[in-house]
């Protein structure tokens, strides 16, 4: 059992942070769904956040791609040394190499830069202009190198390597908008200016795929850079829910252990309090009943008698009420300690029975009482068993109407535990009310208005004291058909029967025997 601590003020100011929290956390997803186009807003109104997770994802993957690109252009100078001249393709290599150098040089600038740095305008258009750049310096392969007619080696190479650039500007320029049109249209251009001249539906039939295949990439890379927005939208949102639910849970958590605490107070303030609380009753009590009863002379006047008995049976009733927030209490507090000795149901049910006879008897109830004979003993507390019968025959009684019938049962269960019921042909409760039944202070709409009002925890200290004992409490109901509550216990609770194990003589007992044995051998 855990420790009463009182509720300080700090732990009031932590609660309010982390109210303060949840409610920050829910601006922060409304202005980012706010932000992510939830209202209609096109992929151009992007938060600023999304568009500087696009710019560092287009420099990791520059990065990625770094040792291929410049292999690229050590091919592209390969390539051209065949039919351009050694400086030109020198000064053509040193300057993509250059460009290469740059375009690297910003993708690790700007991934070590904080989000607050970064201008997006400026850092989109410097990677455009780059990439440009390198557009522009292979185009100047094709357009320096000399090309044949439609039907030669050379056009045929120029258009397969146009086409393999573009795909390669493709991967590596996904996430930068119009990035695979800044790098493929200047190769597409010459290309263009190359094979008009010829004439030829070959070299026109290859314009236009080189045009088709240019938009056509950009449009794939367009799709590619909107499903990584999607995903990009999808990671935050779920980040700033996993927030939200981490602070309500906080808030809960809080909450929770702050009405535990009171709880916990209450139930221990009450269980320290039965003295306090019921010495002035029993004065009460014990008073009235002596004035009553007209032990210290005769009250002449009629009214004043029929006050004192209003004052005892009002005292009775206190200190029943009382009794029951104090045992509820003590249970909840873990005061509540149970004497648990070898008892047995049958006895508990009797002593309940002969309280409760009387009572059955003025309202014209028929008890009848079933047992099965010859029930084991159960380690349990005889006083709280015979207080849920007490409670349970006093519940039932109290609800069905004079001529009805109330049965108690008590026996095996299946799985070798041991049972009691009480079944009453009452006006029964509806289904919606039992959770309503079964809590404190809680009552259904018969028990409002009927004539004999309860406290409403009979119920709760009948479920407490059974959980104590590991059993199990079930009730069911239903209206103008009756109620029925059913008590199981474990079969671990129940103490078996051990046969006795046969007494066997001690060594000089059976000495003893033998020579008595001889003895009466000899004398036969």
């Not at 800044?182 to 263009?192: E, K, M, Q, T």
């Not at 000795?341 to 009572?359: F, G, I, N, P």
């Amino acid at each position: 059992m855990s420790e009463y601590r009182p509720v300080s003020n700090d732990k009031t100011v932590v609660q309010r942070r982390v109210a303060q929290g949840g409610e920050k956390a829910r601006h922060a997803v409304k202005s980012l769904r706010a932000g992510l186009g939830y209202h209609n807003a096109s992929q151009d109104d992007l938060a600023r956040p999304f568009l500087v997770d696009l710019l560092r994802a287009h420099a990791r993957q520059q990065l990625q791609y770094r040792y291929a690109l410049m292999l690229m252009a050590c091919f592209g100078a390969y390539f051209m040394h065949f039919s351009i001249p050694w400086g030109l393709v020198a000064a053509w290599l040193i300057l993509s190499l250059l460009v290469c150098a740059m375009i690297l040089s910003s993708s690790v600038q700007i991934l070590d830069m904080k989000d607050d740095e970064v201008d997006v305008e400026h850092w989109n258009r410097l990677f455009l202009a780059m990439h440009a750049t390198i557009g522009i310096c292979w185009a100047s392969v094709f357009a320096l190198h000399p090309m044949a007619n439609a039907e030669g080696f050379n056009t045929a190479f120029g258009f397969a390597g146009t086409l393999v650039l573009t795909a390669i500007a493709l991967l590596t320029n996904k996430y930068l908008k119009y990035g695979v049109l800044a790098a493929s249209f200047p190769l597409v251009i010459v290309l263009v200016i190359r094979l008009t001249p010829m004439g030829s539906i070959s070299s026109f039939g290859m314009i236009a795929v080189l045009i088709t295949a240019c938009f056509f990439f950009h449009y794939i890379a367009d799709m590619m850079r909107s499903f990584d927005i999607d995903h990009l939208r999808a990671a935050a949102e779920r980040d700033q829910l996993i927030m939200e639910l981490e602070n309500a849970r906080a808030i809960s958590d809080e909450a929770r252990r702050r009405a535990e605490e009171s709880n916990l107070a209450k139930s221990r303030f009450l269980a320290t309090m039965s003295h306090e609380l019921r010495t002035p009753l029993n004065a009460i009590l014990g008073f009235s009943e002596v004035m009553s009863n007209e032990v210290m002379g005769p009250i002449n006047n009629k009214h004043y008698k029929e006050y004192v008995a209003d004052i005892h049976s009002s005292g009775t009733h206190l200190l029943n009420l009382i009794n029951e927030i104090l045992d509820l209490s003590r249970v909840e507090a873990g005061r509540y300690k149970l004497n648990e000795e070898a008892c047995t149901l049958l006895e508990a049910v009797d002593q309940a029975h002969q309280m409760v006879k009387l009572r059955a008897a003025q309202k014209n109830i028929n008890l009848v009482i079933q047992v099965q004979p010859d029930l084991p003993q159960i380690w349990a507390d005889e006083k709280a068993m015979r207080q849920v019968i007490l409670n349970l025959l006093s519940n039932a009684l109290k609800f069905t109407p004079s001529g009805g019938t109330v049965t108690l049962k008590c026996g095996w269960t299946a799985g070798g535990g041991q049972y009691l019921s009480v079944e009453d042909n009452g006006p029964g409760i509806a289904e919606e009310e039992i959770p309503i039944v079964l809590s404190q202070f809680g009552q259904g709409s018969i028990a409002i208005k009927s004539a004999e009002q309860g406290t409403g925890l009979g119920l709760p200290i009948v479920q407490a004291l059974v959980q104590m004992h590991d059993g199990t409490f079930d009730l069911t109901s239903k209206l103008r058909e009756g109620t029925k509550v059913l008590i199981t216990f474990p079969r671990t609770r129940i103490l078996e029967v051990v046969p006795a194990m046969p007494q066997q003589a001690s060594a000089p007992d059976r000495w003893s025997h033998s020579a008595l044995g001889k003895r009466r051998f000899k004398a036969a």
